[in-house]
């Protein structure tokens, strides 16, 4: 009992001098981003932030190219190795393992699910045109109308295409899962992001990302404000 009420006694004095008291795993070593703090679904969509920034870049360049500009080439090479290395290699990957099968199997956006396949398909096709023409030594006036249409072509599917995921596809797919089974669930995407994209990560493709728009002078987001 005397050791009972010293205890109660130490915190009631710690809680009038305005000491706070809090347990062991305040300091434990806070979870992995993917691992519980950020539900896969919004990580999937940050990385559709990449996709996007990719297609400003791709919207910049091909303006350029059009206008004769030569030295634009070389950021669209960068520019489609970024999709073929982190779009294709790592984003739509976890969506063709992950994703697309949960709703198939469950009988959920079967048709846009197919669609969404049809359309990964079609962007890669587009891909490796870009890269093809983007690394020939000599580019002529209708390698840049060729490229400039693919640039367009994928930009104009993929802008509704991350809209229709993010909006439509993701809030199904993430309401298939309890809370503990999406924890466990962005662990495995964690998994695949060392596998895939290796030490730099998303990171390391943000970055990649922002080097282009440094290069093309359209890293100020304040530049896309009407004047």
Known sequence: MTELRGRREFLTRAAG?????????????????????????EDLMREHGVLRRILLIYDEAARRLVAGDPAVVSVIAAA?????????????????????PTL???GKLIELAGTIRVQH???????????KI??????TSTDRSALAADMQSFGHMYAAHAAW???????????????????????????QEHKLLGSGGFEGSLKAV??????????????????
């Open 17 to 41: 001098s305005g000491l706070i008291l809090v347990s062991s795993q305040a300091f434990a070593a806070p979870k992995s981003e993917r691992g519980g703090q950020i539900p896969p679904t």
């Open 80 to 100: 489609a190795n970024i999709v073929r290395h982190f779009v294709e290699g790592y984003h739509e990957k976890l969506e063709e393992q992950f994703v697309l």
């Open 104 to 106: 198939e199997k469950a």
């Open 121 to 131: 398909a079609a962007g890669r096709k587009l891909t490796e045109s870009i890269l």
């Open 134 to 139: 983007s690394k020939e030594s000599q580019i």
């Open 165 to 191: 995921e993010d909006t439509e596809l993701f809030p199904v797919y993430r309401a298939r899962f309890t809370e503990s089974e999406l924890g466990k669930l962005g662990d495995s995407f964690e998994e």
């Open 210 to 227: 922002g080097d282009l728009e440094q290069q093309l002078g359209i890293h100020d987001l304040a530049k896309y404000t009407p004047r």
